[in-house]
C-alpha cells in the first residue's frame, strides 16, 4: 500500500463514518472512524516523517473517542430504520448536497453535526479570576437579551468576538457562559470545520448555522462558541480555494442571522489569540469586541489561590509576592509554575521512597526554583500587537 493509498482510504472510511453518525447508524460509524483510526495509525507508523503526522494523531485520537463515545451511545440502542451506509473500497466519492438535504429531512428529531461538542463543561464565572468587565459584558450582551428580550427593542450584538494572548480564560469563558445561559450551547473547534477529516469546510458551517436556526425557531436560545476562529480563513490542508469558500458561507450565514422578522436568538462568540489574522468584512460581523488581557496583579493573587487551595504550603509562602513577581505571566503560565512547584516536593518524596507518608509542603524556594527557569510565554512585542489592533478596530 503506498502512502496516498492509506491516506485516501482513510479519509474515505472518515466521511462514511461522519455520515453514518449523522444519520445515527451508530454500528456502522463506529465501525468506519475505527478503520479510518486504524488505517491513520498505520500511516503514523510507515511514514513517521509525514507533514500531515501530528494532524494524523490528533484525528486518530478524535475518532477513537467519538467511537467510544458512541459506543455507550448504544446500550440500549434503537432501532433507526435507515439503511446502513457503510464505506467499501472504491464507494462514491464526496458527500453531496443530496446527502444533506436527505439528512434533514429524515432525522425525525433534530441532532447537531458530528464536530460540535455540546456537553456542558463544570465551569462558571465564580471560577474564573478577574475578567470583570468582560464577564459584564458577556452579561450585557448575551445573558440579559436571552432571559429578557422585550427589554432590548433595538435588537444585541449577533457576534462577540473574545480575543487576546493564549492562556488568558477565552475558552473557560466560552465554558462558564454554557453553564450561565439557559439554552443550546454549541462548541466548534475552527480546525475542525476546516479539517477535511471531519467532513467538508463549507458545507460543515452550513450544517452548523442550519442546526442553530432550527432550534432557535423552535424557541431555543442558541450560542455558538467557535474557538480559534481565524482557522476559518487560515491555510488548511484541504483544496486549494476552500478556506476562502468557508469564509464566504460564514459571512452569509452571519449576515442571515440579522433578519428583523425572525429575531433569532443565535449568538456566535468567536475566540481568537491572532485577531490580525482576521479580514475587515469578517470582523465587521462581531459588533462585539472584548479584548481579554493578560492578569493584573489582583488576578494573579487570585489564581495563585485558586491553584493552591488544594495544595500544603508552607508558611513562608506568601502569594502576594509571588502575584508581584509574576507579571506578564498568563493565567495558564501561573497554573503550570504552581503545578512545577508542587512537583519538586513530589519528586523528593518519590526519592526518599517511603521514608515520609507524604510529600513535604511547597515552599517559597520551590516556587523561586520554578520561576527562575519559566518565563512569560507571552512577551512585550506581542502584547503591543494586541493594543495596536484594538486601537485599529475598536470603532470599526
Ligand atoms: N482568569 C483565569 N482564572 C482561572 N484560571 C485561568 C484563568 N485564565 C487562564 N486560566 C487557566 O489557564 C488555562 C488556559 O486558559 P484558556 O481559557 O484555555 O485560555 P485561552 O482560551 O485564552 O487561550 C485554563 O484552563 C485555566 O486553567
Ligand atoms: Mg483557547
Redesign the pocket.
Known sequence: MSEAYIVEHAKRYALAAFENDTKKNYEAAIRNYEAAANLLERAVKLYPDHPLRDTFILYIRKYRKRAAFLRKLMIPQGTSGEEEDVYVEDDRGESDDATVEREESTSGTLKPPAFVQTEKPNVTFD?????DEAKQAIKEAIIFPIKRPDLFPLGWPRGILLF?P???????LAAAIANEVDGEFLYVDAASIMSKWLGEGEKNVKKLFRYARERAEHGVPVIIFIDEIDALLGINISEVGGEVRVRNQFLKEMDGLQDKDKNYHVYVIG?T?KPWKLDEPFIRRFQKRIF?PL?DKA?RKK?LE?YTRRLDLAEDVDLDLLAEKMEGY???DI?DVVQAAYMITVREYFEKQGEEEKPRPVSMSDFEIVLSKRKPSVNRKMLEMYEKWFEEYKAL
Open positions: 471560577d474564573i479570576a478577574g475578567l487576546g493564549p492562556g488568558n480564560g477565552k475558552t473557560m475566540a489569540n481579554i492578569p488576578t489564581i485558586l498568563s493565567g495558564s497554573k
